[in-house]
């Protein structure tokens, strides 16, 4: 097999295919691929051989001698067995590093499961053992904020609906980037959506909570706009509602919209085609618009500017040079920004 990491679905595939590597670790700061695939790893075992077959072991109460113990049995009247062993990211490198011998001459009739939710694992003696006997290594790191629009758009799609581009902004708003609870609020927005719905800013505030007119979406729309009045506004709810709108979360948004329209002013061609295949967004779409619309506004050197000041604001928000209400830095970057 190759050493290369494969894709959550090369890793379903090769479970239905009934082949799978003797081990699999599964780790990564996203827990939310980690627990989709330790159920399907649990789902190897008919549930009328899970008390024989099927382990659970917790790094946290066991050693290492105990997890090769249990991979070296042999499965009870089936083809194999599975150990799962979780709470990895617990232990420290020499724990698993214990692993090693076994790890080069793993039970074929085993399929160990070394789980590592939500941090990285460390190990690289035992990280070279698992690919030199044909083991898979699968790290699913944090998502980046400009990644998270385009998973929205993909679990809604798996969902059968579509999203709003606003309604998207508002569940990044609400959500941030952890992938577990944007899936979980999509889901409720499917239990009473019918197909090919579409999620709309209205659907999103009455059933998950989230103001439709103060929100990121609006924040920035009202910058690139310049409409000063709207942007305090907005910021005076955020002050009001601080667990619901951090500033930190808001700068980030601000710092990605200015750097995409940094990108736009600098690509050659200018076309909605162009500028649409420079940006990764779709041609025509409300966000490419907002855009352009943008580019009017303000010339690059402006854009630059609001760059910087987000980069400033970030640090002082976080007390780097600054002991001030972050709200009351949100309206400096905002003067700022348009001024």
């Known amino acids: 097999m190759a050493t290369s990491q494969p894709t959550v679905s090369q890793i379903r595939e090769q479970l239905r ?39 659970v072991l917790y790094a946290t109460q066991i050693q290492p001698d105990s997890i090769v113990d ?23 490198a020499d724990y698993l590093n214990k692993l090693v011998e076994y790890a080069k001459r793993p039970n074929p009739q085993t399929v160990l499961v070394i789980v590592g939710r939500g941090e990285t694992l460390t190990g690289a003696a035992f ?23 385009q998973k929205i758009e993909e679990i809604a799609a798996e969902s059968g609906l579509k999203v709003d581009p606003k309604a ?16 979980n609020e999509v889901k409720k927005l499917m239990l009473v959506l019918p197909k090919n719905a ?11 909570g989230v103001s439709k007119d103060y929100n990121n979406f609006e924040l920035i729309d009202a910058l690139a706009n310049r409409d000063a009045a709207k942007c305090y506004t907005i910021v005076e709810y955020f002050r009001a509602n601080p667990k619901k709108n951090s500033s930190i979360a808001s700068c980030a948004q601000i710092f990605n919209f200015f750097a995409s329209v940094l990108i736009a002013q600098y690509t050659t061609d200018k076309s909605d085609d ?5 940006l990764g967004v779709r041609p025509h779409s409300p ?31 976080k007390g ?15 003067f700022t920004i348009l001024n």
């Open 17 to 55: 295919s009934g082949a799978p590597a003797p081990i699999y670790v599964i780790h990564g700061e996203e827990a939310y691929y980690t627990d989709e695939l330790v159920k399907d790893f649990e789902a190897l075992v008919p549930d009328e051989e899970k008390d024989f077959n099927l382990y």
């Open 70 to 92: 249990a991979c070296l049995r042999y499965p009870m009247m089936a083809e194999r067995q599975v150990v799962i062993v979780k709470e990895m990211q617990e232990r420290n």
């Open 198 to 208: 579409f999620i709309t800013p209205q659907v999103v505030e009455k059933l998950i």
């Open 127 to 149: 990280m070279k053992a698992v690919a030199s006997s044909g083991g898979v290594v699968f790290n699913s790191p944090k998502l980046w904020e400009s990644q998270i629009g």
């Open 168 to 183: 998207k902004s508002m569940l990044i708003d609400h959500c941030g980037t952890s992938l577990s609870k944007i899936v």
């Open 320 to 334: 780097v040079g600054s002991r001030q209400d972050e709200y009351d830095l949100m309206r400096e970057l905002i």
């Open 274 to 278: 162009g500028l649409a295949k420079a």
């Open 287 to 317: 966000q490419l618009s907002r855009i352009q619309r943008t580019m009017k506004m303000f010339n690059a050197r402006q854009v630059i500017n609001a760059i910087s000041a987000c980069r400033r604001h970030d640090a002082r928000s």
